[in-house]
């Protein structure tokens, strides 16, 4: 199973650019990254995936070193709204297969005004 | 959009007790999925549905089993529940189709038992 290891908090201000670090040194040659977010009493809701390099949405960043080992989700100019828990999640669903899904503990991204 | 419902956000059981947890979500989706969620151990998968009557295990299934008799429907199954199984639930589903990992959750269910 890929492991995956997130910082526990993280805190920033208003209007700052947020990076918070996924490390997943086994992930497998199949394996999609992928971010969610929790805010409390509700299910995660998916922010982004991808495989390699950078992908981008209207929501977030992701960057993905060549060697995989690690990602990183960016989120622009937070506000407090973006108070939640950021899961990191590697894996892929295949029908049929045990193939794992791995959530990271999560990293609580408390936005300060 | 994608509506995954559980039956029950908040529950209470005694220990021995047989629990039943029931998702239905509403948009034909092949996949779903059951979790576990404990404060700094994050989600852990405990099965894993790919279609109706198919089953997977996933990280945890010890002490649980699940069913899958129509599509949108999957629950999961505490034959005898014990403390330890104190814990929110949370059920997702996915449509085989997808181009991603994506899931769609539920609001979850936080079950004590006494």
């Known amino acids: 199973l890929a492991k995956t290891t997130q910082p526990i908090s993280m805190d920033s201000y208003e209007g700052q650019e947020v990076n918070i670090t996924c490390s997943h040194n086994?992930?497998?040659?199949?394996?999609?990254i992928t971010w969610y977010q929790q805010f409390p009493s509700q299910g995660p809701r998916f922010i982004i995936q991808?495989?390699?390099t950078k992908v981008t949405n209207e929501v977030a960043s992701l960057f993905i070193p060549a060697d995989r080992k690690s990602s990183t989700l960016s989120l622009p100019r937070v506000s407090l709204s973006d108070t939640a828990v950021y899961y990191c999640?590697?894996?892929?669903?295949?029908?049929?297969?045990?193939?794992?899904?791995?959530f990271g503990s999560g990293t609580q991204l408390t936005v300060l005004p | 959009d994608v509506k995954v419902t559980q039956s029950s956000r908040y529950l209470v059981k005694r220990t021995g007790e047989k629990v039943f947890l029931e998702c239905v979500q509403d948009?034909?989706?092949?996949?779903m999925f059951w979790y576990r969620q404990d404060p700094g151990l994050g989600l852990r998968l405990i099965y894993f549905?790919?279609?109706?009557?198919?089953?997977e295990k996933g990280d945890i299934p010890e002490g649980y089993s699940v069913s899958r008799e129509k599509k949108e429907r999957f629950s999961l199954i505490l034959e005898s529940a014990s403390t330890n199984q104190t814990s929110m639930y949370l059920c997702?589903?996915?449509?085989?189709?997808?181009?991603?990992?994506?899931?769609?959750f539920g609001p979850g269910t936080r079950l004590t038992v006494l």
């Open positions: 999640l590697v894996g892929v669903i295949l029908s049929g297969s045990a193939r794992q899904l791995t």
């Open positions: 991808g495989y390699k």
């Open positions: 549905s790919y279609d109706v009557k198919m089953k």
């Open positions: 948009m034909d989706h092949e996949n």
């Open positions: 997702a589903s996915r449509t085989r189709t997808s181009a991603n990992n994506e899931q769609f």
């Open positions: 086994n992930i497998a040659t199949n394996d999609y």
